[in-house]
């Protein structure tokens, strides 16, 4: 099979009312409304190396960590975030912006190539001695990937060549050879931006250095975080000025060779991001080791970690896993970060075998675990995402480590990279939800356009329009949510039972005017937990298409929405909302619900009353955009 690889975003034009709501918002309000935040938190201040520094705006936690260490990836983000939005919509004023934190970076940059703004204006003399905690490696990886976004958009190299400069000064000090460091980053990121920019350039010793960060990831005898501790100890009479609060080093991936690791553990960000690079690197290199260890660490997410929304992580302590099926509802960490991550990881783990599985939790992941993250304004976000709430979370217009905020933000900006891939045999759709490009596919320029109102219709339709006649393939993914799909092409019908590996094959002679039409029937769903996740027993939650859903108190007034019980007997019904969130469509049921009036007592023998109720369900992203009140998920059965 001819290799696939993703359309570049700049390259899909997005007129789907979904889609296109979302990106005019992050273009229009959540990139200006993030600059503004940066500017008024110190965070661009930082990066000018102020003298003296001035005092730190988050002080250091009691072991003497502080998150000021990595502001660098916060600007690299915003940079990468503001860039794709550059490639659809050219703004001088941003690009003024951009540049003129370039030039800032320029200023700041060691002769030797070295950048980071923490060290450089606070602390010369300790960089490179805490790979383990304070992020060097992680913040040049955001930066890396703002300098290949901002060049990619504008073609301006200035600030790509200060980061080759950088790179060059790492892969000099890090490596295998005579009088190197074996070190490699505590926070996994670097080695994904480093497969970038050898897409990008070709380069192979980009390519190289990260097989390195990679290869020598979590080997013994001694372990490198061991080493540079005993340095820092020798250095301050036998003391360690930063205390490491985790037991081992599950929490950053480094507990053995990634080739060994066969359980997820640890800081959930930090794991999605290395298996990216590592799935990157596998399908370069045709490395069937590392390619089967992404394989099994996926069985294990799937199998025994993943929340129905695609969230992960359910401990706050770690910002990452704890044990199998331990999937807490009300106290859910699942960042937004690691679901934005967990579509990176997807999406590489798709262009190794083009498996349908790989794209349904990609889609799951979108419009679920990540798309939560960001309000319907664009400029509130949740950091951490419960399936359950009593009303007390609330979104933020910003937060002391704003990692999730450009994370959301440059995924939405650069959402058209996702949703189809091309090879010089065909094209395969793996989203739908009203996109055009034009690819040249069997030597010849076909224009291509899918018209849908998906997610809230299955009805698609795509029209194919070679310039000549020519033949090629057209893959349609088949989703796994989905058990009667139909496709015809211009009206004769395809053999759906056909598909392999969820994706449905049309190998044929194409001429201009050509369309199929796809139809997805997404009735509504009830789905239940493997009984392992006890949180969710005796419980139910609902699905419709990719869209997971939940109850809110707004939309079921009276009292918490923890009150009601589904019968489950009850039918799901759908309803369209033009009046709600610029048109929607939410769920309803007869259901019963315990009156809470009568119950004055904190326990007592007499059981409650019930009361028959009905429910309405909106699509679990939505919450928590109108007035504060409870939500459920997994709605307990009667």
Not at 207 to 236: M, Q, S, T
Not at 319 to 327: M, Q, R, V
């Amino acid at each position: 099979m001819a290799r696939y690889a993703p359309v570049n975003f700049a390259d899909v034009n997005i007129h789907g009312k979904f889609w296109h709501e979302r990106l005019e918002t992050v273009l229009t309000r959540t990139i200006p409304s993030q600059y503004d935040k940066l500017g008024e938190n110190g965070i661009l201040e930082s990066i000018k190396l102020p003298d003296p520094p001035p005092p730190l705006r988050l002080k250091r936690h009691p072991n003497g960590f502080t998150v000021q260490v990595f502001w660098d990836s916060d600007v690299g983000k915003w940079v990468e975030a503001a860039s794709y939005a550059l490639s659809h919509r050219r703004d001088a004023e941003i690009e003024q912006k951009i540049d003129a934190i370039v030039e800032d970076l320029a200023r700041a940059q060691a002769p030797d190539g070295y950048l980071n703004c923490w060290y450089l204006g606070r602390e010369p003399e300790n960089r490179w001695t805490n790979l383990r905690d304070n992020h060097e490696m992680y913040n040049a990886g955001h930066l890396l990937e703002g300098a290949i976004a901002y060049f990619q958009a504008t073609g301006r190299r200035r600030f790509l060549d200060i980061m080759e400069r950088y790179l060059d000064h790492m892969a000099e000090k890090f490596g295998t050879g005579p009088g190197q460091e074996r070190g490699y980053g505590g926070h996994e990121e670097i080695e994904l931006a480093l497969m970038k920019l050898y897409y990008l350039t070709g380069d192979k010793k980009r390519l190289d250095f990260c097989a390195y960060l990679i290869n020598e990831r979590g080997n013994p005898e001694p372990h490198y975080y061991d080493v540079e501790r005993e340095r820092r100890e020798a250095k301050n009479g036998g003391e360690d000025t930063q205390r490491y609060v985790f037991g081992d080093y599950e929490y950053s991936q480094s507990h053995k060779p990634v080739r060994e690791q066969d359980k997820v553990v640890g800081h959930a960000v930090r794991a999605m991001y290395l298996y990216t690079a590592m799935a990157d690197l596998a399908a370069e290199t045709n490395d069937a080791a590392l390619k089967r260890a992404c394989e099994v660490l996926w069985a294990d997410v799937m199998d025994t970690k993943m929340y129905v929304t695609a969230g992960l992580g359910p401990s706050a302590h770690n910002e990452g896993f704890t044990h199998d099926y331990d999937l807490p509802n009300q106290t859910a960490y699942a960042e937004t970060c690691a679901s934005v991550a967990l579509i990176f990881w997807a999406q590489r783990m798709l262009h190794l075998d083009l498996d349908g599985k790989y794209a349904d939790i990609l889609e799951l992941a979108m419009f679920n675990g990540a798309l939560v993250g960001l309000s319907r304004d664009g400029e509130h976000y949740f950091y951490a995402n419960p399936l359950e709430s009593d009303g007390t979370p609330t979104r933020w217009d910003w937060h002391f480590c704003p990692c999730c905020t450009m994370n959301v933000s440059r995924l939405v900006a650069s959402v058209g990279n996702y949703f189809m891939s091309a090879s010089d045999t065909g094209i395969a759709f793996h989203l739908y939800g009203g996109v055009e490009t034009e690819q040249t596919l069997a030597g010849v320029k076909v224009k291509i356009n899918e018209a849908s109102d998906y997610p809230w219709s299955g009805d698609i339709k795509i029209n194919v329009d070679p310039e000549t006649l020519a033949t090629f393939e057209v893959k349609l993914r088949i989703p796994g949510w989905c058990k009667d799909a139909k496709v015809a092409v211009n009206g004769e019908a395809q053999d759906v039972g056909a598909a392999t590996n969820g994706y449905l094959t049309i190998n044929r002679q194409w001429t201009a005017g050509d369309e199929i039409s796809l139809d997805l029937p997404m009735p509504p769903e009830k789905l239940y937990a493997n009984p392992h996740v006890i949180m969710d027993a005796g419980r139910v939650a609902l699905k419709r298409g990719p869209l997971v859903y939940c109850l809110e108190q707004t939309d079921n007034p009276g009292g918490w929405v923890q009150r009601f019980r589904l019968p489950r007997t009850s039918e799901l019904k759908t309803e369209t909302r033009a009046d709600l969130f610029d048109g929607v469509v939410t769920l309803k049921a007869d259901a019963i619900a315990i009156k809470e009036d009568e119950f004055t007592d904190l326990y007592r023998t007499k059981p409650p009353v019930d009361e028959p109720a009905s429910i309405t369900a909106i699509p679990y992203y939505l919450w928590a955009n109108r007035e504060q009140g409870s939500m459920v998920v997994w709605i307990p059965e009667a």
